[in-house]
C-alpha cells in the first residue's frame, strides 16, 4: 500500500512563496508519475502540475505556469512543488498523487491510483 504525505502548507501574503513536499512509502516510487491537484472550498479538485516518473517531463496548469515548478527527488521519495508569486486564487487543499497507468501526463484526478491527505495553503491578499 502506497501511502502520501504532504507538508510545507501555511499562510503567505500574495506575491510570497511555498515550497509543498509530498514523501511516499514504498520502493516502487520512481516508477510512476506523480502529480499536484488542490481543492478550493466549493469548487472541484483541479490540475496543478504533473511530473514524469524520471523528472524529465512535466505539465502545468495555464493558470500557475511560469509560477510554480514540480520536482522530485528519486533517492528521497519526494515529490515537489514550489509556489511563487503566489496569488488568493492559488489558496486551496493541495494534493499530492500518483499515476500508475503506464503512459501519458494526466490532467484527470480519476487517472489517479493514491492520494495524500492534503496541506492548506492560504493566500492573504
Known amino acids: 500500500q502506497v501511502q502520501l504525505v504532504e507538508s510545507g502548507g501555511g499562510l503567505v501574503q500574495a506575491g510570497g512563496s511555498l515550497r509543498l513536499s509530498c514523501a511516499a512509502s514504498g520502493r516502487t516510487f520512481s516508477s510512476y508519475r506523480m502529480g499536484w491537484f488542490r481543492q478550493a472550498p466549493g469548487k472541484e479538485r483541479e490540475f496543478v502540475a504533473v511530473?514524469?516518473?524520471?523528472?524529465?517531463?512535466?505539465r502545468y496548469a495555464d493558470s500557475v505556469k511560469g509560477r510554480f515548478t514540480i520536482s522530485r527527488d528519486n533517492a528521497k521519495n519526494t515529490v515537489y512543488l514550489q509556489m511563487n508569486s503566489l496569488k488568493p486564487e492559488d489558496a486551496a487543499v493541495y494534493y499530492c498523487?500518483?499515476?500508475?497507468?503506464?503512459?501519458?501526463?494526466?490532467?484527470?484526478?480519476?487517472?489517479?491510483?493514491?492520494w495524500g491527505q492534503g496541506t492548506q495553503v492560504t493566500v492573504s491578499s
Open positions: 498523487a500518483e499515476d500508475r497507468r503506464t503512459f501519458g501526463l494526466s490532467l484527470m484526478p480519476s487517472d489517479y491510483s493514491y
Open positions: 511530473v514524469t516518473s524520471g523528472g524529465g517531463s512535466t
